[in-house]
């Protein structure tokens, strides 16, 4: 079973980019279609990005897509996502999920991300 760990979120002003990562333990990430999501479970979970298992195939939210850009390196065991001219609206708590062929999920625990002057 696969443990998630994302980091690299915090304060960042408007305009501004950080780049969130997601580190994979007790099983390789190869294994896995990885993606990121935002907004707590409790509000209605919103996907950012996705990424297939070799990284041949991404998808983005429409609105985000030209701004965010989900990888993958499978020797890290780690997802990036990198996020661009930040917007106050992106304010949130980005979750990564990793999702086997037979769709078990797994998820993460989250990192807030703050875009604030």
């Known amino acids: 079973q696969v443990q998630l760990a994302e980091s690299g979120g915090g304060l960042v002003q408007p305009g501004g980019s950080l780049t969130l990562s997601c580190a994979a333990s007790?099983?390789?990430?190869?294994?896995?279609?990885m993606s990121w999501y935002r907004r707590p479970p409790e509000k209605g979970r919103e996907l950012v990005a996705a990424?297939?298992?070799?990284?041949?195939?991404?998808t983005y939210a429409d609105t985000l897509r030209g701004r965010f850009t989900i990888s993958r390196d499978d020797a890290q065991n780690t997802v990036y996502l990198e996020m661009k001219n930040l917007k106050p609206e992106d304010t949130d708590v980005y979750y990564c999920?990793?999702?086997?062929?037979?769709?078990?999920?797994?998820w993460g625990q989250g990192t807030q991300v703050t875009v604030s002057s």
């Open positions: 999920k990793a999702l086997t062929l037979d769709g078990q999920a797994y």
């Open positions: 007790g099983s390789s990430l190869s294994n896995y279609a």
């Open positions: 990424i297939s298992k070799r990284g041949t195939a991404t």
